[in-house]
């Protein structure tokens, strides 16, 4: 089996299985602001037990294609949700679970302007910018106890461009 997958575009159908593709796309939901805005209403699906949602801010340090992936995590009490702070897009990557353990790993590119949240327990790799200043703003869970499982690959895989 191949150790190379090849990013490719994110769609709304295509990540449905692990989360929610936040973005403008289609007619807003409102117009509000005496018409000067436009309101896409409730665009993700933010799923917490026993806790609160909290917005903090990641810096994360840009990274590039090749990508080398060999750890992947999940949070089983809450959804996670990635806003860019900034116009550009991002690495996503996220696997099936298959028994308690991620599956065969899928990469996605977002588009300048779209974001992502994790569906709770979804396998994710970490927040991975391409471009500096890798700022997010991060809507998760806020509440007791370890929130995190990790699973790190015995054989990396790669990242690769789209082709």
């Not at 900034?86 to 990469?107: K, N, Y």
């Not at 302007?113 to 396998?123: E, K, L, S």
């Amino acid at each position: 089996m191949s150790r190379e997958i090849a990013a490719r575009p994110i769609t709304t159908r295509d990540f449905a299985p692990y989360g929610d593709l936040i973005d403008t796309s289609g007619d807003p939901d409102k117009i509000i602001n005496q018409g000067l805005c436009g309101r896409y209403h409730d665009r993700a699906r933010l799923d917490f037990a026993d806790g609160r949602a909290g917005v903090s801010l990641f810096r994360a340090e840009p990274r590039a294609l090749p990508y080398r992936l060999d750890l992947v995590e999940r949070h089983p009490d809450g959804s996670q949700c990635f806003v860019p702070m900034s116009m550009t897009g991002f690495l996503v990557i996220v696997a099936p679970d298959e028994d308690g353990r991620p599956g065969t790993p899928e990469a996605f590119l977002t588009a300048p302007g779209q974001a992502i949240n994790f569906h709770r327990g979804t396998w994710h790799g970490v927040l991975t910018p391409l471009e500096a200043p890798g700022l997010f703003a991060v809507v998760d869970r806020i509440g007791p106890g370890a929130n995190l499982e990790e699973y790190t690959f015995e054989t990396p895989w790669t990242i690769a461009a789209p082709t």
